[in-house]
């Protein structure tokens, strides 16, 4: 069956470690995208990637960094000078054909389980 | 940055009764998604409204989009426990050309149910 997978789905870290979240979609989809979740949040925009070899900042990027190196996978990591990395973390990957799509059904995000990550 | 304000933060219903959840935006917006995720769980899709007063029905949720393009609900007839879960709207950025690749997503609504 076509999904993302993330892993793990459980990490504790302890300050100053950089972790590094795993995320591999076989939907042969063109766009990723990472998320991040906070208590009573919403979804809030880490990176983006369009394309194989692009990604884009979202709203909240200090801190982390991504690599788009295949098609299939998006790995995130959560360097030491993220603030507050503890959080649940989604991985989600679209179609990716942006542009004017009003009449389309583009862009419908599909999401992995998800990563917790608990900073000790 | 836009925002979509979505209420209320929680609501907690009795089994049969209805529920709804509204998502408002300052600016016209081009589309606009919705998603549920339930308890430890992750978003699923519902449905994408596009047009000026669309409305879609899935069972008992309905779906509404505003004549402005501002505002959109989500309203759900006789809950079930299998409703439970936080329910969210998404829109793209202005000026965006309608493209979804930075969703603004809402801080989402809580449905508990009482059986």
């Known amino acids: 069956d076509g999904g993302i997978t993330q892993s793990p789905k459980y990490l504790f870290r302890k300050e100053g470690q950089n972790v590094t979240l795993s995320c591999e979609q076989n939907l042969n989809h063109d766009a990723m995208y990472w998320y991040r979740q906070d208590p009573g949040q919403g979804l809030r925009l880490i990176y983006y990637?369009?394309?194989?070899?692009?990604?884009q900042k979202g709203d909240i990027a200090e801190g982390y960094s991504v690599s788009r190196e295949k098609k299939e996978s998006f790995p995130l990591t959560v360097t030491s000078a993220q603030k507050n990395p503890t959080a649940f973390y989604l991985c989600?990957?679209?179609?990716?054909?942006?542009?004017?799509?009003?009449?389309?059904?583009?862009?419908?995000?599909?999401f992995g389980a998800g990563s917790r990550l608990t900073v000790l | 940055g836009q925002q979509v304000m979505q209420i209320p933060q929680y609501q907690h219903v009795q089994e049969g009764e209805d529920f709804t959840t509204y998502c408002n935006s300052s600016t016209t917006l081009s589309n606009i998604q919705w998603y549920k995720q339930r308890p430890g769980g992750h978003p699923v899709f519902l449905i994408q409204?596009?047009?000026?007063?669309e409305v879609k029905k899935q069972k008992r949720l309905t779906f509404q989009f505003g004549e402005a393009k501002k505002n959109s609900s989500l309203h759900i007839t006789a809950t079930q426990t299998t409703d439970v879960g936080t329910y969210f709207c998404a829109a793209p950025p202005r000026n965006s050309g309608g493209s979804n690749y930075k969703l603004t997503f809402g801080k989402g609504t809580l449905l508990t149910v009482n059986p």
């Open positions: 989600a990957s679209s179609t990716g054909q942006g542009g004017y799509m009003e009449y389309s059904g583009a862009n419908v995000l599909t």
């Open positions: 409204l596009v047009k000026s007063g």
């Open positions: 990637s369009q394309i194989v070899n692009d990604f």
